[in-house]
């Protein structure tokens, strides 16, 4: 529930600084520029080299793959048919492909379903959702941001991207039994702390509420595949193949999760359509509290 309060807070503390006319106009480009090279790559060294691999989990890494690459596929299709502009469409494959399956998602598992359940959501999220911001993610970010780019100048990007590179690391640290620990755990603890407070006032900083009617139909596109498409999809088709219950409800939960706050940033960063990037997070998780109610007394 801290959390949860956390999140709300520094959201209100990112509307009320938005009014302080000193502040630098862009002063959350700042914000987003620390979070990708300083709280992000410090989860990565923390968290993935614990990881525990097993193959009887996979069908939960696969839950966010999925949802990200229906999203890939869904957004340029029917915003073809709309008339979106390549700003908005690499947007919503963004924040929409994208679910809060660790801040907002863990605290929720661990509510509902008890501590045990929260090595599964770890699996969905390191594996699934953290790999594709850090890989994919910068990936789409460019593509749609600049249009057509080299293959090489891509890859830079993708491999000169500071969580990506965190990432790599930490996997190679992992396989040498390695993990965080002493002061260095310590330190890196500390500065990952820092992203949510962070990544949430930037969110706040750019969320103009009395512009929301100009993407309104952006706004309930993306959020109706977020909340809504995106959990139907998994719940349908691992109904289907018939994984273990423990499992699917964990799947279909996190798949019902807000769009994920790095995900905003990263398409803010880029400069895809920021202020719709900072209302899918900012309409995006209160109204998730609702959504989350609903897949929870379907399952």
Known sequence: MTN???????????LLLGRVK???????????????????PAIALLTIPLLEWNLSLVSLVLVPWIIFGVSFLFFPFIGSKLGWSKAVIGCLILTAGLGNTAFVGFPVIEALFGK??????????????????????IWVAALYSTGKLPKRELLKRVLLFPPFIAFVLALLLGGMSWKADGELKVILEKLAAILTPMALISVGLQLKWNEIRSDVNYLIAGLGYKLFLSPALIYGLYW???????MFRIAVMEAAMAPMITASILAASHNLHPRLAGMMVGVGVPLSFLTLGIWYYLL
Do not use: W
């Open 240 to 246: 289907l193949v018939g994984i273990p219950y423990e």
């Open 4 to 14: 949860i309060i956390l999140l709300l807070v520094c959201l209100l503390i990112g």
């Open 116 to 137: 045990e359940a929260l090595k599964y959501a770890v699996f969905l999220d390191q594996p699934g959702t953290f790999l594709i911001v850090s890989s994919f993610g």
């Open 22 to 40: 000193g502040l630098p106009k862009d002063a959350h480009i700042a914000l987003n520029t620390v979070i990708l090279y300083v709280p992000l």
